[in-house]
Antibody, heavy 121, light 106 residues
């Protein structure tokens, strides 16, 4: 079955970076993109960025431009989200989600369970 | 950026009753709208895409309608497992989500 397995919870200090992984299985990796979506405590969903499955082309929400990088390793079907210069308001659950196809304009049909990132001094 | 606005923020409904959730886009998104259900402590789950296409396994009591800028998710007869937060998301442009509607037990 299609699965996205994310790495474990992280606790970081302000100014640090965090790298969250998302291991995909059960489908042809190159035929679908992967998005990252975050959810602050008690808040809604916020799209952060996307990577193409076949050519690793990326797009990022303007809010996170320059601070986020999404990369992938096709050999291990793993996608990574790197967020830098962390602030307390980056405390959130970070989800990876499979896009509905290989193109950027997509809905998200399979989600990982989420990775809690806590930013605290 | 296309802004998605959901209403109401909270909907109190008795089991067995009908729930109607609204989602409005700041500009036309054609039929490029999805709905997600999220229960506490869980990831969101896609329930409807392309405005009205139910995902495999989603009960027929869930239906979506609309086009352009106005969309509706209807749950015809609420079951206990339907109490959750529902989000709409447009994919006509860069993805954006609505703020969510919490469906709670009346």
């Amino acid at each position: 079955q299609v699965q996205l397995v994310q790495s474990g919870a992280e606790v970081k200090k302000p100014g640090a970076s965090v790298k969250v992984s998302c291991k995909a299985s059960g489908y042809t990796f190159t035929k679908y993109g992967i998005s990252w979506v975050r959810q602050a405590p008690g808040q809604g969903l916020e799209w952060m960025g996307w990577i193409s499955g076949h050519d690793r082309y990326t797009k990022y929400a303007q809010k996170f431009q320059g601070r986020v990088s999404v990369t992938s390793d096709i050999s291990t079907t793993t996608v990574y989200m790197d967020l830098r210069s962390l602030r307390s308001d980056d405390t959130a659950v970070y989800y990876c989600a499979r896009g509905s196809g290989m193109y950027f304009y997509h809905y998200m049909d399979v989600w990982g369970k989420g990775t809690t990132v806590t930013v605290s001094s | 950026e296309i802004v998605m606005t959901q209403s109401p923020a909270t909907l109190s409904v008795s089991p067995g009753e009908r729930a109607t959730l609204s989602c409005r886009a700041s500009q036309s998104i054609n039929s490029n709208l999805a709905w997600y259900q999220q229960k506490p402590g869980q990831a969101p789950r896609l329930i409807i895409n392309d405005t009205s296409t139910r995902v495999t396994g989603i009960p027929a009591r869930f239906s979506g309608s609309g086009s352009g800028t106005e969309f509706t998710l209807t749950i015809s007869s609420l079951q206990s497992e339907d109490f959750a937060v529902y989000y709409c998301q447009q994919y006509s442009n860069w993805p954006t989500f609505g703020g969510g509607t919490k469906v709670e037990i009346k």
